[in-house]
């Protein structure tokens, strides 16, 4: 069933029923132009030990070269590319030289993306997923998210099923 309110309207009720919410997350905010694409092809950089050249595929016909420095990257893998002119919270990608390579975008980390504290490597995302799917729709960045903290008393809304019977009997849904 469909809740018509919003995510404010909707944290406020859950509040007064017992389960407080801590805040709404928007993931949106900062983020642009982001892709999944899929790494076709990896070569060593020229200049650089620690970094390598990704060449990605985005659905553009052609391969897309990425100054990269995360270690886990392997060929076929599937990753958000950060295209130039786009963003992340905090950076804007923009045409740069990197050790003497000019970048066609940024592949991104989870923490990078603002989705996760993983900055170890790049996110690698399922291999099922289409190339040049829009990131930020294909991880439903676009949707507000609420962080509640539930206390021991409330176990009925341990899970998304407990909170989602509880935001329909808030407002009078089956």
């Not at 642009?32 to 650089?48: E, F, R």
Request: include cysteine; hydrophobic fraction near 40%.
């Amino acid at each position: 069933t469909n809740i018509n309110a919003t995510p404010e309207q909707i944290a406020a009720k859950l509040t007064l029923s017992g389960s407080e919410v801590e805040k709404i997350v928007s993931h949106e905010g900062g983020l642009s132009k982001v892709y999944v694409g899929q790494i076709k092809q990896i070569k060593p950089h020229p200049n650089a030990d620690k970094l390598r050249l990704a060449y990605v595929d985005i659905g553009q016909n052609k391969l897309l070269e990425i100054v990269c420095g995360g270690n886990n990257i392997e060929v076929g893998q599937k990753v958000p590319l950060v295209m130039l002119g786009g963003s992340v919270p905090g950076l804007k990608i923009e045409p740069r030289e990197i050790r003497g390579v000019k970048s066609q975008g940024m592949l991104a980390s989870q923490r990078e993306l603002g989705i996760g504290d993983d900055h170890a490597g790049i996110f690698i995302l399922p291999g099922n997923v289409k190339i040049g799917t829009n990131v930020v729709e294909l991880l439903e960045l676009n949707e507000p998210v609420l962080e509640l903290e539930i206390t021991p008393n409330r176990a009925d809304c341990f899970s998304i099923r407990g909170l989602a019977r509880e935001v329909a009997a808030l407002f009078g849904k089956k």
